[in-house]
């Protein structure tokens, strides 16, 4: 396990419409990983968990009220240049329409279309999971 200090703790939330299909945005140009598309999500501050991390951020990135999420799994990925901690949480149930509050582009994709878009190297367990469990 990576060193407490050593890693960015990162929420990750997983986030389905009534067809199945998975949210994912596309990072920013210019920062790291920049371009990539992703699940939605950010890091933690300091003292917060990671519950009340993933609420915060879906509602400032996304505009949606989490009313219910639950823990999916944890991802360490060491980059060249940085180490993440990935806690990757299931949103069972959200209010509002997901729009980007900060002019990223938005798609929903069924978990087998996932591995048409280019993720970082750190999402690659995440999609391979919500692929086995169908979602």
Same mark, same amino acid.
């Given at each position: 396990?990576?060193?407490?200090t ?7 939330g997983i ?7 998975i ?5 920013a140009?210019g920062?790291?990983?920049g371009?990539?598309w992703?699940f939605?999500?950010?890091k933690l501050?300091?003292?917060?968990d990671?519950?009340?991390?993933l ?6 990135? =996304?505009?949606i009220?989490?009313l ?21 949480w ?13 002019? @990223?582009? =938005?798609?929903?994709?069924?978990p @087998?279309?996932l591995?048409e ?10 999609i391979?999971?919500l692929?086995k469990?169908?979602?």
């Amino acid at each position: 396990m990576i060193a407490s200090t050593s890693y960015v703790h990162v929420a990750v939330g997983i986030v389905q419409d009534t067809q199945g299909r998975i949210l994912i945005t596309r990072r920013a140009d210019g920062v790291h990983q920049g371009g990539l598309w992703e699940f939605p999500g950010g890091k933690l501050e300091t003292g917060e968990d990671p519950q009340a991390a993933l609420i915060r951020e879906l509602h400032e990135e =996304l505009g949606i009220e989490v009313l219910t999420a639950n823990s999916l799994l944890k991802v360490y990925h060491e980059y060249p240049d940085k180490r993440v901690l990935l806690d990757v949480w299931r949103v069972e149930c959200y209010r509002g329409q997901p729009q980007s509050a900060e002019d @990223q582009p =938005l798609d929903w994709l069924l978990p @087998q279309q996932l591995s048409e878009r280019a993720f970082p190297a750190a999402d690659k367990p995440i999609i391979t999971a919500l692929r086995k469990k169908k979602a």
